[in-house]
């Protein structure tokens, strides 16, 4: 069985692939498909790809047969953005007057869009605290669908993906996880249960922070209902930009390799400082659920722990602030994931909308720093971070 080092080069033919031909598929810069004959165009009409580009495409099959093989699932369905993804998700599954049971640590984006179908299209949500197993379960019952995030950001929380699973398979309930933050090498949650697994390809799929897309991955009649609404609604990328994709996926497993590692070296020496303080990383020894991390990451020949770095700066909010000014080769911007490393503070991104008796309830305190580890020598980075601090 090849590795996922295999699968992110190769796809969905880790054997290799026997056609003389160009290394790279070609971008396909067409909005539309031409055809011979009448009988011809009917036929097409009836599939995805090959008949008119936001129905299905080449150069999107290449990414999605990629995404899947790397999560072991049945299919993969190719978005415009993560939103895109996770708006395709519920326009796929919901109806007016269905319910959806929502994990509290969750990516503002989600929070907001079920907002606003709670209160534009009629949909229930119902909240429950992250990992609270016997909430979910009294939750659950009647609802359509249970949407949760794991590693939740900014704390890197992790939830039982495979106790989650059989509570939401007794009930039902569709789950779907958004695990953006893992990303297929870091964990493969379908393997724990999971009914499909959301990620925004904009991040370490990615990888290079020059493009936005949105994929998920689950069993083909899922993926069907998913591309119909992708069709519908419409958020499809560009042929150019799915090729991107691809190419960054390439170097997927070099890149989290490094990136985790200096990731981790980097945890290891804020942990060590005092101006650092409640420092998380998944791969650290402090973390409070070690054990399951290591459970869940085991699926993904031992890839995981991830490039996200959260901390609290013990000299306080300002000085979170002037850190994050002071820094010159981590640069400070939202998002993760990429080569570069970047510096956010949750209070003024992900969780600037929250109240700050919510904020204060999901633990995100006002000194609170998240970093994403790139590709720069550990060392180099290490200086930049201990000037700042300083
Ligand atoms: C960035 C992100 C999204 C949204 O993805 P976009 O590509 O920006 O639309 C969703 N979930 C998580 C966890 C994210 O980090």
Redesign the pocket.
């Known amino acids: 069985m090849p590795g996922r080092g295999t699968k992110a080069v190769h796809g969905d033919a880790p054997q290799g692939d026997p056609r003389d031909g160009p290394i790279t598929e070609p971008i396909v810069r067409a909005s539309t498909f031409r055809f011979a004959s009448t009988a011809s165009l009917i036929e097409a009409s009836q599939g995805s790809t090959g008949f008119y580009t936001r129905y299905g495409h080449p150069n999107f099959d290449v990414v999605e047969a990629k995404f899947a093989a790397l999560h072991g699932a049945e299919g993969a369905v190719l978005f415009a ?6 708006a395709g998700v519920f326009q796929a599954f919901l109806r007016a007057g269905d319910r959806v049971v929502l994990q509290r640590d969750i ?1 503002g ?2 929070r907001a869009l079920l907002a606003e179908l709670q209160e534009r299209w009629g949909v229930d949500v119902t909240w429950v605290a992250t990992g609270d197993l016997d909430a979910l379960a009294a939750a659950l019952p009647g609802a359509r669908l249970f949407m949760a ?1 794991s590693p939740t ?1 900014p704390l890197l929380k992790v939830i039982d993906l495979a106790a989650t699973s059989e509570r939401c398979r007794e009930a039902g309930v569709l789950f779907v996880l ?1 695990a ?2 893992d990303g297929p090498l870091g964990c493969t949650p379908l393997a724990f249960g999971v009914d499909l697994v ?1 990620e ?4 370490s799929l990615g990888g290079h922070s020059d493009l ?3 994929l998920v991955a689950g069993a083909a009649g899922p993926c069907d209902e998913l591309r119909r609404a992708r069709k519908l609604y419409g958020a499809v990328p560009d042929p150019e930009t799915a090729w991107l994709l691809d190419r960054g996926m390439r170097t997927l497993p070099a890149r989290i390799a490094r990136q985790n590692a200096t990731a981790l070296d980097l945890a290891r020496r804020l942990d060590a400082d005092p101006r650092a303080d409640a420092v998380r990383h998944p791969a650290l020894a402090s973390h409070p659920q070690g054990a399951l991390i290591q459970r869940q990451a085991a699926s993904c020949d031992g890839h995981g722990g991830g490039s996200l770095i959260a901390f609290r700066c013990a000299a306080g909010s300002a000085a979170a602030i002037r850190f994050c000014d002071r820094l010159r080769l981590v640069a400070h911007a939202p ?2 994931g990429g080569v570069e490393s970047l510096v956010s503070l949750p209070l003024l991104t992900s969780h600037a909308p929250f109240s700050a008796e919510e904020r204060a309830q999901a633990g995100i305190t006002d000194d609170l720093v998240r970093l994403s580890i790139g590709q720069e020598d550990a060392d180099d980075l290490w200086a930049d971070i201990d000037a700042a601090l300083r």
């Open positions: 953005s993560g939103m895109g993804a996770l990516y984006g989600t995030e950001n958004d953006t933050f959301v925004s390809a904009t991040k936005l897309g949105g998002s993760l």
